[in-house]
Protein backbone atom coordinates (compact mmCIF):
# COMPACT_ATOMS: atom_id res chain seq x y z
CA UNK A 1 0.00 0.00 0.00
CA UNK A 2 1.15 3.40 -0.89
CA UNK A 3 1.84 5.98 1.89
CA UNK A 4 -0.95 8.22 0.38
CA UNK A 5 -3.15 4.93 1.07
CA UNK A 6 -2.27 4.41 4.32
CA UNK A 7 -2.65 7.89 5.13
CA UNK A 8 -6.05 8.07 4.28
CA UNK A 9 -6.98 4.85 5.66
CA UNK A 10 -5.32 6.35 9.32
CA UNK A 11 -7.60 9.48 8.82
CA UNK A 12 -10.46 7.26 8.58
CA UNK A 13 -10.12 5.25 10.67
CA UNK A 14 -9.04 8.16 13.22
CA UNK A 15 -12.16 9.90 12.38
CA UNK A 16 -14.55 6.92 12.86
CA UNK A 17 -13.38 6.60 16.56
CA UNK A 18 -13.74 10.50 16.69
CA UNK A 19 -17.35 10.05 15.38
CA UNK A 20 -18.22 7.20 17.71
CA UNK A 21 -16.57 8.63 20.58
CA UNK A 22 -18.16 12.23 20.70
CA UNK A 23 -20.60 12.16 18.26
CA UNK A 24 -24.27 13.70 19.48
CA UNK A 25 -27.66 12.48 19.02
CA UNK A 26 -30.69 13.60 18.99
CA UNK A 27 -32.40 10.31 20.31
CA UNK A 28 -33.95 10.62 23.51
CA UNK A 29 -32.38 8.22 26.09
CA UNK A 30 -34.08 5.81 28.66
CA UNK A 31 -35.35 7.80 31.20
CA UNK A 32 -34.34 7.09 34.59
CA UNK A 33 -37.19 5.21 36.85
CA UNK A 34 -37.66 3.25 33.72
CA UNK A 35 -36.95 -0.83 33.90
CA UNK A 36 -33.22 -1.61 32.24
CA UNK A 37 -33.72 -3.33 29.16
CA UNK A 38 -32.33 -7.14 29.49
CA UNK A 39 -28.85 -7.87 28.18
CA UNK A 40 -27.96 -11.32 27.12
CA UNK A 41 -24.72 -11.64 25.12
CA UNK A 42 -21.11 -13.49 25.48
CA UNK A 43 -18.79 -13.20 27.73
CA UNK A 44 -14.88 -13.38 26.81
CA UNK A 45 -14.39 -17.28 27.37
CA UNK A 46 -17.76 -17.97 24.70
CA UNK A 47 -20.59 -17.85 27.74
CA UNK A 48 -23.71 -16.04 27.83
CA UNK A 49 -24.14 -13.78 30.49
CA UNK A 50 -27.45 -12.01 31.71
CA UNK A 51 -27.99 -8.53 33.42
CA UNK A 52 -30.49 -9.50 34.65
CA UNK A 53 -28.76 -12.61 36.84
CA UNK A 54 -27.42 -9.61 38.72
CA UNK A 55 -30.78 -8.54 40.32
CA UNK A 56 -30.74 -7.60 43.89
CA UNK A 57 -27.45 -5.82 43.43
CA UNK A 58 -26.58 -2.37 42.41
CA UNK A 59 -25.16 -2.67 38.79
CA UNK A 60 -23.52 -0.37 36.59
CA UNK A 61 -23.96 -1.41 32.86
CA UNK A 62 -21.16 0.27 31.21
CA UNK A 63 -20.80 0.59 27.35
CA UNK A 64 -17.15 1.19 26.11
CA UNK A 65 -14.76 0.06 23.46
CA UNK A 66 -11.30 -1.05 23.37
CA UNK A 67 -10.31 1.89 20.92
CA UNK A 68 -12.60 4.37 22.45
CA UNK A 69 -9.68 7.04 24.00
CA UNK A 70 -12.32 8.16 26.83
CA UNK A 71 -13.79 4.77 27.70
CA UNK A 72 -9.77 3.98 28.42
CA UNK A 73 -9.44 6.61 30.50
CA UNK A 74 -12.20 6.39 32.37
CA UNK A 75 -11.53 2.96 33.03
CA UNK A 76 -9.15 3.37 36.34
CA UNK A 77 -11.93 5.09 37.26
CA UNK A 78 -14.69 2.40 37.47
CA UNK A 79 -11.90 0.10 38.72
CA UNK A 80 -11.49 2.27 41.76
CA UNK A 81 -15.45 2.63 42.25
CA UNK A 82 -15.76 -1.26 42.16
CA UNK A 83 -12.91 -2.05 44.27
CA UNK A 84 -14.51 0.39 46.88
CA UNK A 85 -18.30 -0.35 46.81
CA UNK A 86 -18.54 -4.31 45.49
CA UNK A 87 -18.89 -5.43 49.22
CA UNK A 88 -21.25 -1.71 50.14
CA UNK A 89 -25.05 -2.71 51.05
CA UNK A 90 -27.05 0.35 48.90
CA UNK A 91 -30.87 1.63 50.01
CA UNK A 92 -32.05 -0.64 47.44
CA UNK A 93 -29.09 -3.42 46.85
CA UNK A 94 -26.48 -5.38 48.20
CA UNK A 95 -23.38 -5.03 46.93
CA UNK A 96 -22.10 -3.17 43.58
CA UNK A 97 -20.89 -5.04 40.20
CA UNK A 98 -20.22 -3.76 36.87
CA UNK A 99 -21.60 -5.57 33.92
CA UNK A 100 -19.26 -3.89 30.77
CA UNK A 101 -20.53 -3.77 27.53
CA UNK A 102 -18.21 -3.92 24.90
CA UNK A 103 -18.63 -2.49 21.40
CA UNK A 104 -15.41 -3.91 19.77
CA UNK A 105 -15.52 -6.07 16.80
CA UNK A 106 -11.77 -7.30 17.36
CA UNK A 107 -12.51 -9.71 20.17
CA UNK A 108 -8.34 -9.76 20.84
CA UNK A 109 -8.40 -5.94 21.29
CA UNK A 110 -11.46 -6.44 23.52
CA UNK A 111 -9.71 -8.87 25.46
CA UNK A 112 -6.55 -7.38 25.55
CA UNK A 113 -7.91 -4.02 26.67
CA UNK A 114 -9.79 -5.97 29.63
CA UNK A 115 -6.36 -7.20 31.14
CA UNK A 116 -4.53 -4.04 30.36
CA UNK A 117 -6.46 -1.95 31.89
CA UNK A 118 -6.98 -4.48 35.01
CA UNK A 119 -11.07 -4.71 34.83
CA UNK A 120 -11.09 -7.48 37.32
CA UNK A 121 -14.82 -8.20 37.04
CA UNK A 122 -16.60 -10.49 35.99
CA UNK A 123 -19.27 -9.73 33.94
CA UNK A 124 -17.75 -8.59 30.40
CA UNK A 125 -19.62 -9.32 26.87
CA UNK A 126 -19.37 -8.44 23.78
CA UNK A 127 -21.88 -6.18 21.60
CA UNK A 128 -20.86 -6.97 18.05
CA UNK A 129 -24.33 -6.27 16.53
CA UNK A 130 -24.45 -3.16 18.45
CA UNK A 131 -28.45 -4.49 19.84
CA UNK A 132 -27.74 -4.00 23.76
CA UNK A 133 -26.17 -0.34 22.60
CA UNK A 134 -29.48 0.33 20.48
CA UNK A 135 -32.02 -0.70 22.68
CA UNK A 136 -30.06 1.62 25.71
CA UNK A 137 -30.55 4.16 23.10
CA UNK A 138 -26.40 4.91 23.34
CA UNK A 139 -25.39 7.57 21.14
CA UNK A 140 -22.03 7.89 22.12
CA UNK A 141 -19.13 6.20 24.18
CA UNK A 142 -18.43 5.94 26.90
CA UNK A 143 -21.81 5.78 28.54
CA UNK A 144 -23.39 4.02 31.41
CA UNK A 145 -26.69 3.16 33.69
CA UNK A 146 -26.94 2.68 37.04
CA UNK A 147 -29.14 -0.29 38.02
CA UNK A 148 -31.02 -0.44 41.67
CA UNK A 149 -31.23 -3.91 42.73
CA UNK A 150 -34.76 -3.86 40.73
CA UNK A 151 -33.39 -3.22 37.88
CA UNK A 152 -34.41 0.14 37.54
CA UNK A 153 -32.55 3.14 36.28
CA UNK A 154 -31.20 5.60 38.86
CA UNK A 155 -28.53 7.07 37.16
CA UNK A 156 -26.86 7.96 33.76
CA UNK A 157 -24.33 9.29 31.71
CA UNK A 158 -22.52 12.32 33.02
CA UNK A 159 -23.43 11.18 36.77
CA UNK A 160 -21.55 8.23 36.33
CA UNK A 161 -18.02 9.79 35.15
CA UNK A 162 -15.36 10.32 37.05
CA UNK A 163 -15.35 11.43 40.59
CA UNK A 164 -19.83 11.93 39.41
CA UNK A 165 -20.03 7.89 39.82
CA UNK A 166 -18.92 8.11 43.49
CA UNK A 167 -20.91 10.79 44.57
CA UNK A 168 -23.82 8.76 43.05
CA UNK A 169 -22.87 5.72 44.71
CA UNK A 170 -21.93 7.38 48.47
CA UNK A 171 -26.05 9.05 48.03
CA UNK A 172 -27.12 5.54 47.31
CA UNK A 173 -25.44 3.54 50.56
CA UNK A 174 -27.76 2.82 53.35
Request: charged fraction near 20%; hydrophobic fraction near 45%.
Amino acid sequence: MKKSGILLLALVVAFACYALCFRQDATTPIPQDATAPEIALVSPKGKTLKLSSLRGKMVLVDFWASWCGPCRKESPNVVEAYQKYSQKDFKNGKGFEVFSVSLDRDQEAWKQAILADHLNWKYHVLDVQGLAAANYQVATIPNAFLLDGNGVIVASGAQLRGLNLHITLDKLLK
